[in-house]
């Protein structure tokens, strides 16, 4: 099938993308990397007037680093992390979150704010970054904001931004020297998204104890303290829809990330 016709705007900075968006409305589309709208465009299920593209715009490749945080602008692609050609927060702890998303190719263009905004639950930096108390740092009209992850993502497919916001960068807080660190993504076949996923971040010195289930058909299920166990999960998921094979696939992730964390 081939998409229903749009116009295309390539703008020359965020201002002019944000003037274009708002001036179209809800027919307009902001197009990262393409890499889950093209899909969607050419199945019809989207189905924009325009498409205003924003891979291009240096404010959304910029990146900075501090003591505290690492920012990556939204367009900064999952390529250019998986290669550490952008700061990491740890020893390969984002990199080695990028290389496991998909292939090459789709890694080539697909970006981190794109994957955050597009919001499909079985993502891998929605449940990563979840887990790694990270926050979303938005542009749009009257002056961007700042929202947590945890709660960015409502539903499958819906993020809390507003129309024409656009996600601007992702600021990601550094662990501490001692914490530690699990990732554990299930998946048939290298390269699919995951049918079942969990990240634990052990921080003393920051005093967080924190696992988070993804790919559960909806927002990430975060267990704190004393619930970061693989008990919790059968408990934590009752209500998701997911039978009795999934949730004994989530704890067994869950398990898996601990004893990462462990090591
Ligand atoms: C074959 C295949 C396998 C994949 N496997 C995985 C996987 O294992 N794990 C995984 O996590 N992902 C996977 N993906 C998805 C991939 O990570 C995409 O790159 C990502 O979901 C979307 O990023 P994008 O930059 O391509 O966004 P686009 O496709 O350009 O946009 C996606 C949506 O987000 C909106 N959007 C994009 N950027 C912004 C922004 N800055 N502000 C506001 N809205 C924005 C767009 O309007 C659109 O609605 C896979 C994709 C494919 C095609």
């Known amino acids: 099938m081939k998409p229903f016709p749009f116009d295309y705007a390539r703008p020359r900075d965020l201002r002019e993308a944000g003037a ?3 001036k179209v409305g809800e027919g307009a589309r902001v197009l990262a990397g393409g ?10 299920l989207a189905r924009p007037s325009m498409l205003v593209a924003i891979h291009h715009l240096p404010e959304l490749r910029a990146v900075e680093q501090t003591a505290d945080a690492v920012t990556l602008g939204a367009c900064v692609t999952h390529t250019a ?8 927060i740890g020893v390969r ?10 292939y090459r190719a789709v890694r080539n263009r697909g970006t981190i704010g794109g994957s955050l905004a597009h919001a499909d639950p079985a993502a891998d930096w929605l449940c ?4 790694l108390g990270a926050s979303v740092l938005t542009a749009r ?12 993502v409502p539903a499958t ?3 809390t931004l507003g129309p024409g916001e656009i996600v601007q960068a992702v600021r990601i807080p550094r662990p501490s020297a001692d914490a530690r660190w699990g990732y554990y993504k299930a998946c048939r076949k290298p390269g699919e998204f995951a049918f079942a996923m969990a990240a634990v971040l052990l921080d003393a010195a920051r005093g967080i104890r924190r696992a988070v289930i993804g790919a559960v058909g909806g927002p990430p299920v975060v267990l704190e303290g004393d619930r970061a166990v693989p008990g919790a999960v059968e408990t934590a998921l009752a209500a998701s829809g997911l039978d009795a094979l999934e949730r004994r696939q989530q704890a067994v992730a869950l398990k898996r990330a601990l004893a990462q964390a462990a090591t």
């Open 128 to 131: 990563t970054l979840t887990a």
């Open 157 to 159: 497919f819906r993020t």
């Open 20 to 22: 274009l968006l708002a």
């Open 35 to 44: 890499q889950s709208l093209g899909p969607m465009l050419n199945f019809r």
């Open 141 to 152: 009209p009257g002056g961007g904001r700042t929202i947590p992850i945890a709660g960015f």
């Open 81 to 88: 992390i998986a290669d550490g050609r952008t700061p990491d």
């Open 93 to 102: 702890i984002l990199a080695r979150i990028a290389e496991n998303i998909a």
